[in-house]
Nanobody
Framework: VQLQASGGGLVQPGGSLRLSCAAS????????MGWYRQAPGKQRERVAV???????NYADSVKGRFTISRDNAKNTVYLQMNSLKPEDTAVYYC?????????????WGQGTQVTVSS
């Protein structure tokens, strides 16, 4: 299973971006999905996660500004980011776990750069 993220870019403070991450492969059943980010010199941190049933959880720093959603038919997770701040600048990684015949597996997408700057 591969995770392909897209949608990053350069945006001014107060602007918006939408990230997408699609899982592809064969014989899998997607489970939980989420977004993490890593700023230069900092550890990777969880931004938002969404369970297969749609339960969401957000980092305090993005509550009220970011919205995670998913389309199970497309095995895709989205992150709508509004009211972006310079401190949101980071490489954003999608993460997911999925079921194969052999059990539960997980992995990361390749990362997409988000830069918030005037």
């Amino acid at each position: 299973v591969q995770l392909q993220a897209s949608g990053g870019g350069l945006v001014q403070p107060g602007g918006s971006l939408r990230l997408s991450c699609a899982a592809s492969g064969s014989g899998f059943r997607i489970n939980d999905m989420g977004w993490y980010r890593q700023a230069p010199g900092k550890q990777r941190e969880r931004v938002a996660v969404i369970s297969i049933t749609g339960t969401t959880n957000y980092a305090d720093s993005v509550k009220g500004r970011f919205t995670i959603s998913r389309d199970n038919a497309k095995n895709t997770v989205y992150l709508q980011m509004n009211s972006l701040k310079p401190e949101d600048t980071a490489v954003y990684y999608c993460n997911a776990n999925w079921f194969l015949a052999s059990g539960l597996h997980g992995g990361w997408g390749q990362g997409t750069q988000v830069t918030v700057s005037s």
